[in-house]
């Protein structure tokens, strides 16, 4: 399997710490509401995100991990605003999203693009490579046919592919290949910021590697952001240098990569680590089982929301809902015990 390169040096949380974030996100809340009965009554609420902060710098990439149902996915539609958040504040470049009109969003998307975790899915079947790369454009109303054409050439070929296939349909090209054409199509308007939403998780582990890669030479040559979301930790590793790990709605410890994948402090993240592959024999964590599952988010524990599963938990975490804390060097942790 190919190896990807590491982060770019000059992001992935070594910008200078005063430096003027690309996106700020503060106290974000997204609240479905559950209904019932034969009027669709509203009796309670499912927390998806409930007072999530993180900020992006230009050129970094911050990984956003956690377990199935942690609220990861819903966090980036709310930041594309695809999922309108409860509450909250969300600041792209010094623009506060949440206030503006239809047409200013939509002009502003131009410098805010996604990647979805499913490559089949998020491409039409009808449409050819080149209506699909060139539909950004066309929305958008950048250049006239024939430029337009030069151009997805020009992103097809960037991303790896030949440009002589943009004649063709989605299900002619393998999986690896038809997350090209969504990197080439979210390529197309030269976006600032791009969510990456699991892009590699329904990927063969050596085209993960391959994407990976491509992720990180474009990061390189085009000063990208990425807020990439992700539940297999060896992935995160490979490119993020600042990781957010969410635990039912909520982030629980936040910091460097390398400093979070060596020494972690909150017991979830320890968790986490535990279960994944090992490439040594022999080598690795203790492997940690957490007991029970995951409670639902509609009606979370009361005191910290990790205490029903935790190892360590102590009788104060029943009663006290830990706030990130700082522990210094850029880390943070939601536990009592962190320290």
Do not use: W
């Amino acid at each position: 399997m190919a190896t990807a390169p590491g982060p770019p040096d000059r992001s992935n949380g070594r910008l200078d710490a005063e430096g003027e974030p690309l996106l700020l996100v503060e106290a974000l809340r997204k609240h479905f509401p559950l209904r019932r009965g034969p009027f669709s009554r509203v009796y309670g609420h499912l927390r998806a995100v409930d007072g999530v902060s993180f900020l992006i710098r230009k050129g970094e990439t911050l990984g956003l991990v956690g377990e199935s149902g942690s609220g990861k996915t819903t966090v980036g539609r709310c930041v594309l605003r695809l999922t309108e958040p409860t509450s909250g504040r969300i600041v792209f470049d010094g623009l506060d999203l949440l206030s503006l009109d239809e047409r200013s969003l939509r002009r502003l998307r131009r410098r805010m693009q996604v990647v979805f975790q499913d490559p089949e899915a998020s491409l039409n079947p009808r449409m050819m490579v080149r209506t699909i790369v060139g539909e950004p454009l066309a929305i958008h109303g950048l250049g006239d046919g024939p430029r337009r054409e030069a151009r997805v050439a020009e992103l097809l070929n960037t991303v790896g592919l030949d440009p002589q296939c943009m004649d063709r349909y989605p299900h002619e090209f393998s999986g690896g290949q038809r997350q090209r054409i969504g990197l080439a199509r979210a390529l197309a308007v030269g976006p600032e910021l791009i969510i990456c939403d699991e892009p590699v998780s329904a990927l063969d582990v050596s085209v993960q590697a391959q994407i990976i890669n491509l992720l990180a030479s474009l990061q390189n040559e085009m000063g990208l952001s990425y807020l990439f979301i992700a539940h297999e930790l060896s992935v995160v590793r490979r490119i993020a240098g600042r990781v957010a790990v969410m635990y039912l709605g909520r982030i629980v410890e936040t910091g460097p990569a390398s400093r979070l994948f060596e020494d972690p402090r909150h017991p979830y993240t320890k968790a986490l680590l535990s279960a994944a592959p090992r490439t040594e024999p022999g080598g690795g964590r203790q492997r940690i089982v957490l007991k029970g599952d995951p409670p639902s988010a509609a009606d979370p524990p009361s005191g910290c929301r990790f205490r029903t599963r935790c190892p360590v938990a102590i009788a104060d975490c029943s009663r006290i809902d830990p706030a990130l804390e700082d522990l210094g060097d850029g880390r943070e942790a939601a536990c009592l015990l962190a320290r």
